[in-house]
């Protein structure tokens, strides 16, 4: 099993800056693991946002987060990170992160782990 654990998040205004942490742990969490941020806002389908290697050297975004959010990992402390800058009102959702053996992928049925999700609400 693996287990996520989320922190951070929270109500900021347009154009703050916020980061997102996904700390993991579990006996099953070895090498070879990528991580990814998904949200989903009100009314809305969950949709991916952002992911990476295990390596780290193989980062994607999706078009709308591109140049504003940042996913990072230290696998020594076995997080992930997401760096939000110039957030505007749309990305008010609900974040999750979430963990598969193998590549990063966008899709979500690929994620076998998740967390449990943490608010973020952007006011205009």
């Known amino acids: 099993q693996v287990r996520l654990v989320q922190s951070g998040g929270g109500l900021v205004q347009a154009g703050d800056s916020l980061r997102l942490s996904c700390a993991a742990s579990g006996r099953d969490f070895i090498r070879g693991y990528a991580m990814a941020w998904f949200r989903q806002a009100p009314g809305k389908e969950r949709e991916f946002v952002a992911a990476?290697?295990?390596?780290?050297?193989?980062?994607n975004y999706a078009d709308s987060v591109k140049g504003r959010f940042t996913i990072s990992r230290d696998n020594a402390k076995n997080t992930v990170y997401l760096q939000m800058n110039t957030l505007k009102p749309e990305d008010t959702a609900i974040y999750y992160c979430?963990?598969?053996?193998?590549?990063?992928?966008?899709?979500?049925?690929?994620?076998?782990?998740w967390g449990r999700g943490t608010q973020v609400t952007v006011s205009s």
């Open positions: 979430a963990a598969r053996f193998g590549g990063p992928s966008t899709a979500q049925k690929e994620y076998a782990y």
């Open positions: 990476v290697s295990w390596s780290a050297g193989n980062t």
